[in-house]
T-cell receptor, first 115, second 114 residues
Framework: GAVVSQHPSWVICKSGTSVKIECRSL??????MFWYRQFPKQSLMLMAT?????????EQGVEKDKFLINHASLTLSTLTVTSAHPEDSSFYIC???????????FGPGTRLTVT | QKEVEQNSGPLSVPEGAIASLNCTYS??????FFWYRQYSGKSPELIMS????GDKEDGRFTAQLNKASQYVSLLIRDSQPSDSATYLC??????????????FGAGTQVVVTP
């Protein structure tokens, strides 16, 4: 149980284009989903938190117009990196939790390379 | 001051020995604590959760929580090379956040040597 999938697992895009990453909870209802970014050899950095049907809340320093998050249902959240630049190249990981529980279950991550 | 602190390591452990990982936290309101394992290039995987003071055992893993000392630990018995990974400690932020955010430590790298 508690499986979270992410798609795509890796993506290469050109500078200036947009990329959408999907995060799905496969066997539970994800009332809250989280998006993290992790650079090589660094800690997880929380970017934003989204509740189903609500606007996402972004951590300080994260540009909400650049990283668009949509939590359309209890099983799906998407992160769109708009006008991507090489410095956006990173490992993006989503996690999900269900109401009343604090455990977060992580997706396998998406490795984004912007050329 | 970081809210959740861990030694970065690497912690070198001979195969078959016990690996002992420690974590301290500053938020006295935290109630739930988690240990995640992260292999290089992969996402974190939940291996233990603990909510009450004392010990919790699951297979080769034992988590210990001492809320008075604001201390969480993880013991890995009979360490195997496959246990080589970075272990992340995390605590909730119940009193300051209603969204279920977790505060993660930077992680301790464990290297099990054959």
């Amino acid at each position: 149980g508690a499986v979270v999938s992410q798609h795509p697992s890796w993506v290469i895009c050109k500078s200036g284009t947009s990329v959408k990453i999907e995060c799905r909870s496969l066997d539970f209802q994800a009332t809250t989903m989280f998006w993290y970014r992790q650079f090589p050899k660094q800690s997880l950095m929380l970017m934003a938190t989204s509740n189903e049907g609500s606007k996402a809340t972004y951590e300080q320093g994260v540009e909400k117009d650049k990283f668009l998050i949509n939590h359309a249902s209890l099983t799906l959240s998407t992160l769109t990196v708009t006008s991507a630049h090489p410095e956006d190249s990173s490992f993006y990981i989503c996690s999900a939790r269900t109401s009343g529980r604090y455990e977060q279950y992580f997706g396998p991550g998406t490795r984004l390379t912007v050329t | 001051q970081k809210e959740v602190e861990q030694n970065s390591g690497p912690l070198s452990v001979p195969e078959g020995a016990i690996a002992s990982l420690n974590c301290t936290y500053s938020d006295r309101g935290s109630q739930s604590f988690f240990w995640y394992r992260q292999y290089s290039g992969k996402s974190p995987e939940l291996i233990m959760s603990i909510y009450s003071n004392g010990d919790k055992e699951d297979g080769r893993f034992t988590a210990q929580l001492n809320k008075a000392s604001q201390y969480v630990s993880l013991l890995i018995r009979d360490s195997q090379p496959s246990d080589s990974a970075t272990y992340l400690c995390a605590g909730d932020r119940t009193l300051t956040d209603s969204w279920g955010k977790l505060q993660f430590g930077a992680g301790t790298q464990v290297v099990v040597t054959p």
